[in-house]
Nanobody, 117 residues
Framework: QVQLVESGGGLVQSGGSLRLSCAAS????????MGWYRQAPGKQRELVASITNGGSTNYASSVTGRFTISRDNAKNTVHLQMNSLKPEDTAVYYC???????????WGQGTQVTVSS
């Protein structure tokens, strides 16, 4: 099992910044990718950014150039630096860990990000 705890959400004005953190604990064996997803009211959960153990990253087109994902493998922590925030970034942000074998996904409880215009 893997436990994920997100932190760093909050209320910020448009154009501001926030830094989300996800601390993972438990069995990290074969956890080779971690990422951030978000879900706005009435919308499906969507990928924001992901990062592999080797540091390869992937971003949603809507956040490219504004958000940066990073990972500290020694501390089992993933961060999401969010700059130039827009009201449409408002959502609950979830951390996800992917185990390659046996295949399994783990989710955090989510942290609210609200961007006011």
């Amino acid at each position: 099992q893997v436990q994920l705890v997100e932190s760093g959400g909050g209320l910020v004005q448009s154009g501001g910044s926030l830094r989300l953190s996800c601390a993972a604990s438990g069995s990290m064996f074969s956890i080779n990718r971690m990422g951030w997803y978000r879900q706005a009211p009435g919308k499906q959960r969507e990928l924001v950014a992901s990062i592999t153990n080797g540091g390869s990253t992937n971003y949603a087109s809507s956040v490219t150039g504004r958000f940066t994902i990073s990972r500290d493998n020694a501390k089992n922590t993933v961060h999401l630096q969010m700059n130039s925030l827009k009201p449409e970034d408002t959502a609950v942000y979830y951390c996800k860990a992917v185990r390659s074998w046996p295949p399994n996904d783990y989710w955090g409880q989510g942290t609210q990000v609200t961007v006011s215009s």
